[in-house]
Protein backbone atom coordinates (compact mmCIF):
# COMPACT_ATOMS: atom_id res chain seq x y z
CA UNK A 1 0.00 0.00 0.00
CA UNK A 2 1.47 3.26 -0.85
CA UNK A 3 2.47 5.30 2.13
CA UNK A 4 -0.98 7.19 3.02
CA UNK A 5 -2.72 7.11 6.27
CA UNK A 6 -5.77 9.64 7.58
CA UNK A 7 -6.42 10.73 10.74
CA UNK A 8 -9.33 9.85 12.74
CA UNK A 9 -10.48 7.23 11.23
CA UNK A 10 -13.86 7.50 13.00
CA UNK A 11 -15.20 11.30 14.34
CA UNK A 12 -18.51 11.80 15.85
CA UNK A 13 -18.91 15.49 16.82
CA UNK A 14 -21.96 18.21 17.28
CA UNK A 15 -23.53 20.31 14.67
CA UNK A 16 -21.86 23.95 14.69
CA UNK A 17 -18.01 22.85 15.71
CA UNK A 18 -14.84 22.95 13.88
CA UNK A 19 -13.83 19.47 12.85
CA UNK A 20 -10.11 18.83 11.22
CA UNK A 21 -9.22 15.97 9.29
CA UNK A 22 -5.86 15.12 8.49
CA UNK A 23 -4.37 12.85 5.23
CA UNK A 24 -0.41 12.19 6.19
CA UNK A 25 1.69 11.35 2.72
CA UNK A 26 5.21 9.85 3.00
CA UNK A 27 5.45 9.01 -1.15
CA UNK A 28 6.19 12.78 -1.73
CA UNK A 29 3.64 13.01 -4.25
CA UNK A 30 3.09 16.11 -5.81
CA UNK A 31 -1.27 15.67 -5.76
CA UNK A 32 -3.30 15.54 -2.83
CA UNK A 33 -7.27 15.30 -2.98
CA UNK A 34 -9.53 14.83 -0.52
CA UNK A 35 -13.27 13.23 -1.54
CA UNK A 36 -16.59 12.45 0.32
CA UNK A 37 -18.13 9.48 -0.78
CA UNK A 38 -22.03 8.97 -0.04
CA UNK A 39 -24.68 6.64 -0.93
CA UNK A 40 -25.93 7.16 -4.44
CA UNK A 41 -23.17 9.87 -5.34
CA UNK A 42 -20.04 7.71 -5.46
CA UNK A 43 -16.90 9.71 -4.59
CA UNK A 44 -17.27 13.81 -5.01
CA UNK A 45 -13.87 15.88 -5.14
CA UNK A 46 -13.86 18.56 -2.32
CA UNK A 47 -10.82 19.86 -2.76
CA UNK A 48 -7.35 19.38 -4.37
CA UNK A 49 -3.97 20.50 -3.69
CA UNK A 50 -1.20 20.60 -6.72
CA UNK A 51 1.19 21.74 -4.11
CA UNK A 52 2.76 23.45 -0.99
CA UNK A 53 0.18 26.16 -0.82
CA UNK A 54 -1.37 25.25 -4.10
CA UNK A 55 -4.89 24.55 -3.53
CA UNK A 56 -8.22 24.82 -5.13
CA UNK A 57 -11.39 23.96 -5.26
CA UNK A 58 -13.43 20.48 -6.14
CA UNK A 59 -17.08 20.06 -7.38
CA UNK A 60 -18.77 20.11 -3.60
CA UNK A 61 -16.05 22.46 -1.56
CA UNK A 62 -18.98 24.91 0.31
CA UNK A 63 -18.33 24.32 3.52
CA UNK A 64 -15.24 23.13 3.64
CA UNK A 65 -11.63 24.60 3.59
CA UNK A 66 -8.13 22.96 3.16
CA UNK A 67 -4.24 23.48 3.85
CA UNK A 68 -1.07 22.16 2.33
CA UNK A 69 1.86 23.65 4.56
CA UNK A 70 4.13 20.40 4.20
CA UNK A 71 4.21 18.05 1.05
CA UNK A 72 3.12 15.22 3.25
CA UNK A 73 0.04 16.76 5.13
CA UNK A 74 -3.42 18.15 3.00
CA UNK A 75 -6.15 19.06 6.09
CA UNK A 76 -9.24 19.28 5.79
CA UNK A 77 -11.91 22.06 8.03
CA UNK A 78 -15.38 21.71 8.18
CA UNK A 79 -15.51 25.51 10.02
CA UNK A 80 -18.68 24.70 11.54
CA UNK A 81 -19.69 21.20 10.46
CA UNK A 82 -23.18 20.24 9.57
CA UNK A 83 -25.67 17.22 9.26
CA UNK A 84 -25.43 17.28 5.90
CA UNK A 85 -21.40 16.66 6.28
CA UNK A 86 -22.05 13.40 7.70
CA UNK A 87 -19.82 11.40 5.44
CA UNK A 88 -16.88 9.00 4.66
CA UNK A 89 -14.10 10.89 3.72
CA UNK A 90 -11.27 9.78 1.38
CA UNK A 91 -7.92 10.84 0.88
CA UNK A 92 -5.67 10.19 -1.97
CA UNK A 93 -2.18 11.26 -3.55
CA UNK A 94 -0.67 11.01 -6.75
CA UNK A 95 2.30 11.78 -8.65
CA UNK A 96 3.17 12.16 -12.04
CA UNK A 97 1.59 8.90 -13.28
CA UNK A 98 -1.79 8.79 -13.76
CA UNK A 99 -2.20 6.15 -10.78
CA UNK A 100 -4.38 7.75 -7.65
CA UNK A 101 -3.34 6.08 -4.12
CA UNK A 102 -6.22 6.07 -1.39
CA UNK A 103 -6.31 6.46 2.18
CA UNK A 104 -8.64 3.91 4.12
CA UNK A 105 -10.98 6.85 5.11
CA UNK A 106 -12.76 8.61 7.74
CA UNK A 107 -16.12 8.03 8.83
CA UNK A 108 -17.54 11.53 10.12
CA UNK A 109 -21.14 11.38 11.94
CA UNK A 110 -22.09 15.00 12.67
CA UNK A 111 -25.00 14.95 15.42
CA UNK B 1 -22.27 18.55 -15.56
CA UNK B 2 -22.38 14.83 -15.17
CA UNK B 3 -18.73 13.42 -16.53
CA UNK B 4 -19.29 9.72 -15.13
CA UNK B 5 -22.62 7.23 -15.48
CA UNK B 6 -22.94 4.05 -13.95
CA UNK B 7 -26.37 3.28 -14.45
CA UNK B 8 -26.80 0.44 -12.42
CA UNK B 9 -26.28 1.03 -8.89
CA UNK B 10 -26.69 -3.15 -7.83
CA UNK B 11 -25.39 -6.10 -9.76
CA UNK B 12 -25.67 -9.64 -8.76
CA UNK B 13 -24.59 -12.77 -10.90
CA UNK B 14 -24.13 -16.35 -10.55
CA UNK B 15 -20.64 -17.56 -9.82
CA UNK B 16 -19.06 -18.29 -13.27
CA UNK B 17 -21.43 -16.18 -15.18
CA UNK B 18 -20.43 -13.18 -17.23
CA UNK B 19 -20.54 -9.79 -15.95
CA UNK B 20 -20.40 -6.70 -17.19
CA UNK B 21 -20.39 -3.17 -15.50
CA UNK B 22 -21.25 -0.24 -17.57
CA UNK B 23 -20.02 3.26 -17.66
CA UNK B 24 -20.55 6.15 -19.98
CA UNK B 25 -18.70 9.17 -20.25
CA UNK B 26 -19.21 12.76 -21.31
CA UNK B 27 -15.87 14.66 -21.92
CA UNK B 28 -14.99 16.45 -25.25
CA UNK B 29 -11.30 15.87 -24.77
CA UNK B 30 -9.40 12.52 -25.15
CA UNK B 31 -10.78 10.77 -22.11
CA UNK B 32 -8.47 9.14 -19.48
CA UNK B 33 -10.81 6.12 -17.53
CA UNK B 34 -10.15 3.85 -14.64
CA UNK B 35 -12.06 1.89 -12.91
CA UNK B 36 -11.33 1.49 -9.27
CA UNK B 37 -12.49 -1.63 -6.83
CA UNK B 38 -13.57 -1.27 -3.31
CA UNK B 39 -13.61 -4.43 -1.57
CA UNK B 40 -15.26 -4.85 2.06
CA UNK B 41 -13.57 -2.94 4.90
CA UNK B 42 -10.52 -2.53 2.29
CA UNK B 43 -9.68 1.42 0.68
CA UNK B 44 -10.06 2.20 -3.28
CA UNK B 45 -7.65 0.64 -5.49
CA UNK B 46 -7.09 1.04 -9.04
CA UNK B 47 -8.27 -2.41 -11.02
CA UNK B 48 -7.80 -0.73 -14.94
CA UNK B 49 -6.66 2.05 -16.68
CA UNK B 50 -7.68 2.33 -20.24
CA UNK B 51 -4.42 3.66 -21.55
CA UNK B 52 -2.59 -0.09 -20.42
CA UNK B 53 -5.29 -1.69 -21.86
CA UNK B 54 -3.77 -4.44 -19.30
CA UNK B 55 -6.49 -7.68 -18.14
CA UNK B 56 -6.26 -7.29 -14.47
CA UNK B 57 -7.88 -10.30 -12.10
CA UNK B 58 -9.69 -11.09 -15.31
CA UNK B 59 -11.43 -7.86 -16.05
CA UNK B 60 -11.01 -6.11 -19.38
CA UNK B 61 -12.29 -2.84 -20.02
CA UNK B 62 -12.55 -1.45 -23.86
CA UNK B 63 -12.63 2.42 -24.65
CA UNK B 64 -15.21 2.55 -26.99
CA UNK B 65 -15.19 6.41 -28.34
CA UNK B 66 -17.99 6.23 -30.37
CA UNK B 67 -20.62 4.50 -28.09
CA UNK B 68 -18.23 7.19 -24.98
CA UNK B 69 -18.38 3.85 -23.22
CA UNK B 70 -15.59 2.53 -21.02
CA UNK B 71 -17.58 -1.17 -19.77
CA UNK B 72 -16.23 -2.98 -17.22
CA UNK B 73 -16.23 -7.04 -18.29
CA UNK B 74 -14.89 -10.63 -16.98
CA UNK B 75 -16.20 -13.76 -18.47
CA UNK B 76 -16.59 -16.18 -15.41
CA UNK B 77 -17.56 -14.42 -12.36
CA UNK B 78 -15.73 -15.26 -8.80
CA UNK B 79 -16.97 -15.09 -5.60
CA UNK B 80 -14.23 -12.70 -4.58
CA UNK B 81 -15.31 -10.15 -7.51
CA UNK B 82 -17.62 -8.96 -5.14
CA UNK B 83 -17.26 -5.17 -3.99
CA UNK B 84 -18.09 -1.40 -5.08
CA UNK B 85 -16.86 -0.73 -8.17
CA UNK B 86 -16.30 2.81 -9.74
CA UNK B 87 -15.38 4.18 -13.16
CA UNK B 88 -13.68 7.59 -13.03
CA UNK B 89 -12.59 9.90 -15.38
CA UNK B 90 -9.44 12.09 -15.46
CA UNK B 91 -9.78 15.60 -16.01
CA UNK B 92 -7.59 18.83 -15.39
CA UNK B 93 -3.66 19.43 -14.78
CA UNK B 94 -3.84 18.38 -11.03
CA UNK B 95 -4.83 14.61 -12.49
CA UNK B 96 -8.16 15.26 -10.93
CA UNK B 97 -10.59 12.32 -10.65
CA UNK B 98 -14.61 12.29 -11.39
CA UNK B 99 -16.14 9.16 -9.87
CA UNK B 100 -19.35 7.60 -11.20
CA UNK B 101 -21.73 6.48 -8.13
CA UNK B 102 -20.56 3.48 -8.39
CA UNK B 103 -22.13 -0.13 -8.89
CA UNK B 104 -22.25 -2.53 -6.28
CA UNK B 105 -21.33 -6.35 -7.52
CA UNK B 106 -22.53 -9.27 -5.98
CA UNK B 107 -21.76 -13.04 -6.97
CA UNK B 108 -23.78 -15.51 -5.70
CA UNK B 109 -22.20 -19.10 -4.92
Known amino acids: DAGITQSPRHKVTETGTPVTLRCHQT?????MYWYRQDPGHGLRLIHY???????DKGEVSDGYSVSRSKTEDFLLTLESATSSQTSVYFC??????????FGQGTRLTVV | AQRVTQPEKLLSVFKGAPVELKCNYSYSGSPELFWYVQYSRQRLQLLLR??SRESIKGFTADLNKGETSFHLKKPFAQEEDSAMYYCALRQGGANNLFFGTGTRLTVIP
Open chain 1, 49 to 55: SYGVKDT
Open chain 2, 50 to 51: HI
Open chain 1, 92 to 101: AISGTGLEAF
Open chain 1, 27 to 31: ENHRY
